[in-house]
């Protein structure tokens, strides 16, 4: 029966040498030895690279950008554990299709043979789909191996990560894609100078999938030339940019942005504020955040700060993209720039504190309203002062009763936030 399922499965730990196979399909590596990059995963003696070798595989996802390696990796795990690998992608698969890998990995079960199942963009699969790899998951039937660009622990069932281990993926450097463009130029027959690895490397944003497309392109461009760095410019018009408005680059992004601008660094600033509008984030989210940080982390060190937030937030709504750029970089560098103090963040707290320990307490009888017939009797408004009339009236305890000489708000001494009477 195993001839029924073979031609299934996906080949692994091969190069494609087919000529009209993308480069860097024709270079893919097929060992540990010559796969290049994620050193925290795969040193000599990590855990992972361990599995590998002692063709131990287990059920895991591969997490990180694209052209990191999730794929490679993948059929490096199955090629070293003499497993089956089939290939699905999330995009286009569906339950049927699953079905159909799981029953060959019941068929291969019988021949004593394993699957490797990888799953490309595992994100993709809702709910549903995700609870119908869990059985086959917990009685070992395949070992799973999921890859995305995602962070799964957004956009995965719990049930199902906590079947898996999590490995995250990190970007190519430039010496790590230099080494993999130096690989494809020997593929393609062509010489490459330092400065056209570099600008190479530099150009594919850590994706080394793109660094081979960028050099095939520039290879086939200078044609019979040698290939220089005008050949490269012209096959890398736009670097690429990796931001996900509803991931981990927009989560990622805001809070870098949000610690830059509280730890007074303009120039981090402002380069995080280009990256979520180059990114295309929304500018109102972007607006409401420096609305939020201007009161939690300025305050009365420079009271101005909350206004010209808002107003950056008009702007945007009065003005709109990409002309509004102009007002949230004003903004971002004001916010960047400002004293900072969060004296007024810490009040509310402690006093939330005491409202949540002690409930809502009435206040001094002299504060309470007086205003309604029957009051006086019930010894509303007795014993008021008022400041106006008597300088008494500043110096007076306004808490509860049972809250008396509670202090909550202490000035930071920064900016326009000095020590004041009222502290």
Not at 133 to 156: D, H, Q, R, S
Not at 289 to 305: F, H
Not at 349 to 377: F, M, Q
Request: aromatic content about 6%; charged content about 25%.
């Amino acid at each position: 029966m195993d001839s029924l399922f073979d031609p299934a499965e996906t080949e692994t730990g091969t190069h494609d040498s087919s000529e009209a196979a993308p480069l860097a399909a024709r270079v893919r590596p097929s060992t540990l030895d010559e796969f290049v990059g994620q050193e925290h995963l795969l040193s000599p003696g990590s855990a992972l690279r361990t599995a590998i070798e002692q063709g131990r595989p287990h059920s895991m996802i591969l997490h990180g950008p694209p052209g990191s390696g999730k794929t490679t990796l993948a059929r490096i795990i199955a090629s070293s554990a003499s497993a089956a690998f089939e290939e699905l992608s999330a995009v286009e698969a569906g339950r049927a299709e699953v079905r159909a890998v799981l029953a060959r990995a019941r068929e291969r079960r019988r021949g004593e043979r394993d699957t490797i199942f990888f799953l490309d963009e595992i994100h993709r699969f809702n709910k549903g789909q995700q609870d119908a790899l869990l059985p086959a998951v917990e009685e070992g039937l395949v070992t799973l191996i999921g890859a995305t660009t995602e962070n799964p622990y957004f956009e995965l069932n719990s049930a199902l990560l906590s079947r898996m281990q999590v490995y995250e993926l990190e970007a190519l450097t430039g010496e790590e894609l230099r080494e993999i463009v130096r690989s494809g130029a020997v593929e393609l027959g062509a010489e490459l100078a330092p400065e056209v690895e570099e600008l190479i490397g530099s150009r594919a944003g850590g994706d080394a999938r793109s660094a081979l497309g960028i050099l095939e392109l520039a290879a086939a461009t200078a044609g019979s030339e040698p290939l220089a760095v005008v050949h490269v410019e012209d096959a890398a018009r736009k670097r690429p940019l990796l931001y996900d408005k509803g991931g981990d680059a927009h989560y990622d992004t805001i809070s870098a942005w949000i610690k830059s601008t509280r730890a007074s660094d303009v120039q981090a600033s402002v380069y995080y504020l280009a990256v979520m509008l180059e990114g295309g984030e929304d500018a109102r989210f972007i607006a409401r955040r420096m609305i939020v940080l201007a009161s939690e982390d300025i305050g009365n060190a420079d009271p101005q700060a909350l206004l010209v937030a808002v107003a950056a937030a008009q702007a945007v709504e009065h003005v709109g993209l990409p002309e509004a750029r102009l007002n949230l970089a004003q903004a971002a560098v004001y916010l960047a720039r400002a004293p900072k103090s969060n004296a007024s963040y810490r009040a509310l707290g402690a006093a939330t504190a005491d409202v949540r320990e002690h409930g809502h307490l009435h206040p001094p009888n002299a504060l309470r309203s007086a205003s309604y017939p029957g009051a006086a009797k019930l010894g509303r408004g007795k014993g008021y002062v008022y400041p106006h009339d008597n300088p008494a009236g500043f110096e007076l305890d306004c808490l509860p009763d049972e809250l008396k000489g509670r202090v909550y708000y202490t000035p930071s001494g920064n900016g326009e936030e000095s020590e004041d009477p009222g502290a």
